[in-house]
């Protein structure tokens, strides 16, 4: 049992080796940090460790480890620099995807969070003029350089990020739920849109996403949007502006939300832009599914019956009950909601292809886009 045990220690700090290689690898043909680092302080304490453990574990295992651990290396060295953008490009990527590049790279993180890390020289913020430490977080909009003789990593640390960036670099994906494509997978069946921002495609996945955004989100995934924009009914509610009027008119005629109470003046409101939560979202996806309806008030146990009725993995309830409520959950949970069974059996994308929402081939397309697994 110790033996196993340690073993699989040694593994888990094979793989810590194997990602910080690919992390600071640079180009065979440029060899700048990457042959001095890889080949002096990063080889020395990596080959230290493992003849320390050579002692104690299977020739074998220890040889697998290596083989792996050189194969690293290899890759990083080819692939830093690989590619170039002569322009400013701008990409949408997701927690723990990594660019990596070389001087002259420049990078604009435009939403979310990105971090830098470098062994040895500088990653420098022209627009502030000072110098990032390794490790640090990048402000929003301001430009970054990497300076001479410098290869650096940048990391997206939030679920999703956009940034811009110029010069030699190289992408290197993780596998963390891709929010992006989810958007965009729902975006081609005409249920998600973005807010017109004109960044990352306007999903604005890194903000919290308000009351009518989720009302509207509900409207959707019942298949009922365009019975809502053509509804002329009032509504009694004095903070909700012209463009959503009919969604909040055709919600409260169906009973789908009553607003969030009144005024000493007896004004009543809708909450139109007070944030979303979890629960709120995960309620409105049960009462789409027809696991729940307006008779249920109480929601705090909304993520434990989502759970109960297969609409939510323990993974998903937990990931949402320890992390911020953002646009890009609203994204995750309408995706996979729609291959969650109805109360009647059938899963809601059925329902949806029903009411001439989408075809089946408009949801086989959507489902190709998202490549990355679902949180158990």
């Known amino acids: ?53 050579i002692a104690k574990a299977d020739a074998k295992a220890l040889d697998e480890a290596k083989a792996r651990w050189n194969a690293a290396v290899a890759k990083a060295e080819a692939a830093v620099g690989a590619d170039y953008a002569a322009a400013l490009t701008e990409a949408r990527v ?32 022209v627009t502030d003029g000072t110098e990032l430490p390794s490790g640090g977080t990048l402000k929003a909009n301001h430009r970054y350089l990497v300076a001479e ?13 956009v940034m811009s960036y110029c010069g030699s670099y190289s992408f290197r994906s993780s596998e963390s739920p891709d929010y992006n494509a ?3 997978a729902l975006k081609s069946l005409s249920l998600f849109r973005g807010t017109g921002s004109g960044v990352g495609s306007g999903y604005e996945l890194e903000k919290i996403p308000t009351r009518i955004e989720a009302l509207i989100m509900l409207i ?4 009922e949007e365009s019975a809502a924009l053509s509804c002329t009914a009032a509504h009694p509610f ?28 007896g004004h009543a409101y809708f909450g139109t ?3 979303s939560s979890a629960l709120q979202y995960t309620e409105f996806m049960l009462r789409a599914l027809g696991h729940s309806s307006t008779a249920t008030t109480d929601i705090s146990d909304a993520l434990d019956r989502a759970v109960s009725a297969g609409v939510l993995t323990a993974g998903e309830r937990t990931a949402l009950q320890s992390t911020a409520f953002l646009r890009a959950d609203v994204a995750y949970l309408s995706y996979y ?19 001439g929402v989408f075809t089946a081939a408009d949801h086989r397309a959507a489902q190709a886009m998202v490549a990355t697994a679902r949180l158990a």
């Open 220 to 223: 959707r995934m019942l298949g």
């Open 182 to 184: 989810m958007a965009g």
């Open 273 to 275: 832009q007070l944030e």
């Open 94 to 125: 997701k927690q723990g995807d990594l660019l990596s590049g070389l001087t002259g790279l420049q990078v604009i993180p435009l939403a979310g969070e990105l971090t830098a890390s470098f062994s040895s020289g500088a990653v420098v913020d």
């Open 1 to 53: 049992m110790k033996k196993r045990t340690f073993l699989l220690s040694l593994a888990l700090l094979a793989l810590v080796f194997v990602g910080y290689a690919v992390a600071v690898g640079g180009d065979a043909g440029d060899p700048l940090i990457s042959l001095d680092f890889l080949n002096g302080a990063f080889r020395k304490q990596a080959e230290e460790t493992l003849d320390e453990a």
């Open 337 to 355: 909601a729609l291959s969650a069974r109805t109360s009647g059996g059938t899963a809601l994308s059925q329902r949806l292809i029903d009411a």
């Open 238 to 265: 004095a903070d909700v502006p012209e463009w959503c009027a009919p969604y909040v008119a055709y919600a409260y005629e169906k009973g789908y939300s009553n607003g969030v109470g009144t005024d000493g003046l």
């Open 149 to 161: 003789d410098t290869t650096a990593l940048f990391t997206c640390a939030s679920k999703t990020a």
